[in-house]
C-alpha cells in the first residue's frame, strides 16, 4: 500500500511507532501495516464493547482502525515493554501508561 494511503491512520502513529520500536529486528516493513501478512489474524488481549477479539486479514485491520482517528487522537506511546516467545511463530508486546 503506497504510503499515502497510511494518512487516515494518523492518529494512531504513536502507537504504531512504539509497536515497531517493540519489534525492530524481527519484522520486514516501515508501517505498522505492513508488518502483517495479507491473511494474518490481529488478536486482541483485551476486550473493548463492541471491538472484536480476532480479525482475519490486513485489510480487515485497517478497515477496523480507519475511523480511529475521528473521536481520538494519541498524544504519546511510551514505556515499552517487549515480552519475547520462545515460540517463532507467535509474539507478544505490551505497552504500560
Known sequence: MPKTDYKI??????????VL????????????????????????????????????GRANLMASLSGYGNTIRLQSGDKLRVHHSQDDQRGSEGLLS
Open 21 to 56: 520500536k517493540g519489534l525492530k529486528g524481527l519484522v520486514d516493513g516501515e508501517h505498522y501495516f505492513d508488518t502483517f501478512a495479507e491473511d494474518a489474524i490481529f488478536e486482541s488481549r483485551y476486550h473493548f464493547p463492541g471491538w472484536p477479539s480476532r480479525i482475519r
Open 9 to 18: 491512520f494518523g492518529a494512531l502513529n504513536p502507537f504504531f511507532k512504539v
